[in-house]
Every structure is written in structure tokens, then in C-alpha cells.
């Protein structure tokens, strides 16, 4: 791709927060501090998690680069930066998940491969751009199709980004062509995060973002979009990123028996406490966020401190939102809920969180049930350890 490139090692990466928790060095992965996931509604930059296949591709000539558009099209184009801007821009706020947030706990009961994701692989931000139905009009699909009208169904997104799952090849993906000439699904060409120009972390100069649906599919770095008959046949389409149940292991596992993983379930976490916590006080604030995919919003967080036997319902606070988010606000539906309440500490216990959406679903109690050998989509109950220093005191006595 012409003013774009992906280099052969790692010596030309950006800058990142040192704050940042490093899960893989070359190449780069890491989340932010718990805390700093629920400090603001909208992520900063510098918070949001970053997830690379290799190392991060360089622009070197701005004014030549081109994102092309071909495949099973009548006319194949090629568009400038200056020609995407001059399209209807749209912000969107919209939540990405890594399909492995949480991996670390499901980890913990069975060994899985992948990334040692804690529970911050995730991040709010608004992004703009233009709307893919509005650019694949330019090439001749309308709005609200299934088929192009040389017998397109999907619609794949090519990275100038190599990794090694591909030998070497440019990372890939694909979304149905009904989802992208959806405007409703408000899948973006993005150029900017947080109203400012995308940093080369998140996909500079150009990247996709397909709401409510795991963050694999937000290709970055676009170097091509193909309108294919089939399915993506890339590595993480159909060798990643399916949801085995926890009886198939790497010695009986067959990939063509599933389908790609694209919407993510319901999720909450608790990122005011970490893992084990000791404390004084008799009060505690438990807060995190929620969020679930598909543009299915949140219905309720629910708090125990008794192991489940009670229940209280958490409230919603939004900084920097109204207090809830209003659905006439469109594009919040693809964004996460922070959810706040204060309770009893258990002098020696957990405390639990669970979200349940507006289509009624509910996370599931254990991790053993959805355990799966690549370790995606961990959304069990989020649990915390809280013991009082008094009893720690008394214990020891």
C-alpha cells in the first residue's frame, strides 16, 4: 500500500503510558490499571487498550494513501483521506471488547492459549468516520442489501498489518454484507478517536469499527475492503475466535464446526477493588462498568456480599453522561454502562457482581461452564476478595 507499510521488527513503535499493564512485549499488549477503566465514561487514548499482531505499521506518505474497495463489485475504487472526509461524517460511541478480556480467570481453572488478559481489555471511545453503507453506495450496493449483484455476501477487510498466524500475510476479517449496509449497525471507516486524528496504536490513518461485536473485527490499518461470496478464510476468522464448549480440547478440536464469534455476550466487572483487598472500613464502594453486544443495552448490575444468596441492585452513574444514557442518544447503545454502589464489607468473603441486558440475559454463575481452550468470552460472574483487617487480626491471634 502506497504511504503505508508494515516494518519487518519492532524498533519503530510508539510511545505508550508507562502506567500501562505489559501482557506482551513484541508483539505489543497490554491494558490499563482497573481503576483507570472507570475514571470516565469515554477512555482516553492513552487508557484504552492496545492489541497487536506484529508490529505496528508506519505511514510514510500520507498524501498517497488510498484505501481501495473491489472485489465482487461493478466498479472498483480507490479513496483518499481528503475523499473520505468530504463523506457524511458520523461520531459513534461504542465500546471494544478483546474477545479475551478476562481470559486470566478462566485460565486459572484450566490452562488456555492466548494473551493473559485481566479484566481491562476494553475500552469506550467515540469514534468518527464515515459509514461503510455510505461508501459501498459509491460502488454501487445499496443500502440495506444482502448480495451485491455479482453474488457478494460478505464484506472482508484487509490490514497492511503482518502476523505470523497469516505466515506473514496481512491480518483479516470479515462482517455479512447485511450488517454493513446496514446504516443502522453504524459500522464506521474511522479516522478519529476521542475527536482527535487515531494514534498509530488504534489503526492511523484509517481502521474499521463494527460495533458490539469483539474487537477482532475493528480491523486497523486498512489497506483493502473486498466484497467475497464467502466468508473470510483468514486465520482469526476460521481458526480463532470460536466458542468451543469445555469438552473439545486441542487433541479433538474441529475448526469448521463452528461459526466466527462476532457479537460479544453481556459482561461486567468490578474495577474499584482488585482481586484481593484488606480493609478497615465497614463500608465499601464496589464500581465497574457493563456492557453487552449487539446493541443489546443494560438492564441492571446486581452486587452480592453474601455469595449470591442476596441481591442489591447497583445505580448507574455516567461521568461526563446524564445519569441514563438516553436511547434517543442512537449510538449509545453500543456503549458500556459504570455501574457504582456501596455496601457492607464481609468481614472475610467475596463480592460479586453480575449484569443482566435488555434481552433479558444473564451472566453465567461459574467460568467451568463456558471454559473453552482458547479462553474467549470469559463472562461469569465477576468476584472479588474482601477480608477486614480486624479479622485478619483475629485470625492470627
Known sequence: MPGLKAPSDYSHEPPRHPSLKINSKDPFNAEPPRAALISSYVTSVDFFYKRNHGPIPI???????????????????ELSMDELRKLPKYNITATLQCAGNRRTAMSKMRTVKGVGWDIAALGNATWGGAKLSDVLEIVGIPKLSSNSSLGGRHVEFISVDKCKEEKGGPYKASIPLRQATNPEADVLLAYEMNGEV?????????????????????????????IIKDECQGFFMQKDYKMFPPSVDWDNIDWSTRKSQMDFPVQCAICSLEDDNLINQGKITVAGYAVSGGGRGIERVDISVDGGKKWIEAGRYQKDMPYFADDDLGSEKWAWVLFKAVVDAPENG????????????????????????????????????VQKASYVAKSNL
Not at 488504534?202 to 473485527?217: E, Q
Not at 434481552?359 to 461469569?380: F, H, K, M, Y
Request: net charge positive; aromatic share 6%; proline share 4%.
Open 59 to 77: 505511514v510514510d506518505d500520507l498524501e498517497r494513501y488510498r484505501v481501495s474497495i473491489g472485489g465482487l463489485v461493478e466498479k472498483s475504487i
Open 198 to 226: 487515531l494514534n498509530r496504536d488504534h489503526g492511523f490513518p484509517l481502521r474499521v469499527i463494527v460495533p458490539g461485536v469483539i474487537g477482532a473485527r475493528s480491523v486497523k490499518w486498512l489497506d483493502r475492503i473486498d
Open 350 to 385: 467475596e463480592i460479586i457482581a453480575k449484569a443482566v441486558d435488555t434481552a433479558a440475559n444473564v451472566q453465567p454463575e461459574n467460568v467451568d461452564v463456558i471454559w473453552n481452550l482458547r479462553g474467549i468470552l470469559n463472562t461469569s460472574w465477576h468476584r472479588v476478595r
